[in-house]
């Protein structure tokens, strides 16, 4: 039994890689590298490959004993996907069908995959429940959605099970200090933060009006080892659930920009120079996700749930890294 992890050389990919090594679970990587660290398959099985080929699929993956895939590669700069349409289709949208084609061809079953919860655009309601209206705002979310659709339509049409994840906020590390977030260029707001704290350099906020308490955004950090355990979770649950199902993955606590950036200042025991920019088209005021679901049927547990658990573990990371 193999698990087929795309990504594997990314952030959440090599946290589940981790999570799979520490089950003795068997896996192997595929990834092109092209936002990936090869330092993070080093004495891995994985295989280089670009998963926009579909011919690189097949020959590189055809005669492995591959029973189930968990999809994490894809690229996921939000701005990017804006200027770079046609290349995120392809490498968002066109790749995750060549990977499902390839799923069917070989009748792998089980088919995990990172969506986002960029596909539920400006929400109504909060938290947000996985009912909620789909009316992604930005080309990534668009792509996001159009792969979930995808997976749907053939799970009713052939014997593929899907889950599909929507995560919310991954941040943090893991607790061997080795393995953290580091994407080139990095977006995200805890890394960020952390190396304008070590770097004693200015940290600009997106904006300070959006209708939040202190008017900066609010958002809903995950841990990224609780994220690495519910795709594990998703598999098992696909063995007594067929067909097409989707979760969130959130922690269902919100933080604003400032509150992150405040714990920041207090784990770090240093003050992190603050200027406030232009707020970003597009970003809504508030991100929360309704995790219920995916607690109460995948027997997800939040085991490193607080907003100082998750930023200590990637000051530790950003520490050891430097
Ligand atoms: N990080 C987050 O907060 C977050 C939130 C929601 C969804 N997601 C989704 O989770 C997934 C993983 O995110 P991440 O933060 O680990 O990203 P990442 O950039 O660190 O990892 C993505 C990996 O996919 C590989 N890859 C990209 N295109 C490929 C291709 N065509 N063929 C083979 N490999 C390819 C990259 O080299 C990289 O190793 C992505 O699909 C992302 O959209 C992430």
Request: proline share 3%.
């Amino acid at each position: 039994m193999t698990i087929l992890v795309t990504g594997g050389a990314g952030y959440i990919g090599s946290h589940f890689v981790r999570h799979l090594e520490r089950k003795k679970i068997d896996f192997v990587i595929a990834d092109n590298f092209s936002t990936g660290h090869k330092k993070l398959v080093k004495n891995k099985k994985f295989v280089e490959l670009d998963l926009r080929d579909p011919k690189e699929i097949s020959v590189n993956l055809q005669d492995l004993d591959i029973t189930s895939i968990v999809h994490f590669a894809g690229l996921s700069i939000v701005s990017d996907s804006q200027k770079m349409k046609k290349e995120y289709y392809e490498n968002n949208v066109l790749a995750s069908m060549n990977l499902a084609k390839f799923a069917l061809e070989k009748k792998i079953r089980k088919f995990i995959y990172s969506s986002s919860a960029a596909v539920y655009g400006i929400p109504e309601d909060i938290p947000i429940k996985e009912n909620h209206p789909t009316r992604p705002i930005n080309n990534y979310g668009k792509n996001k959605l159009e792969v979930e659709n995808l997976l749907k339509d053939l799970s009713m049409e052939f014997p593929l099970d899907v889950v599909c994840l929507r995560y919310f906020n991954a941040a943090g590390a893991d607790d061997n200090g080795d393995l953290g977030e580091e994407h080139n260029p990095e977006t995200h707001l805890i890394p960020n933060v952390i190396n304008s704290a070590l770097n004693s350099s200015e940290f600009t906020v997106n904006g300070d009006t959006y209708k939040t308490n202190d008017g900066t955004c609010i958002r809903d950090y995950v841990h990224v080892n609780d994220l690495a355990s519910a795709h594990l979770l998703s598999l098992n649950f696909l063995d007594f659930n067929k067909g097409f199902h989707i979760f969130n993955l959130g922690s269902e606590k919100g933080f604003s920009v400032m509150e992150v950036i405040n714990e920041c200042q207090k784990l770090m025991k240093t003050e992190i120079k603050v200027r406030i920019g232009e707020k970003r088209e597009g970003d809504p005021d508030i991100l929360i996700a309704d995790n219920t679901k995916s607690v109460s049927k995948l027997n997800w547990k939040l085991e490193k749930n607080t907003l100082r658990t998750i930023i200590s573990s990637a000051i530790d990371y950003h520490k050891n890294a430097l």
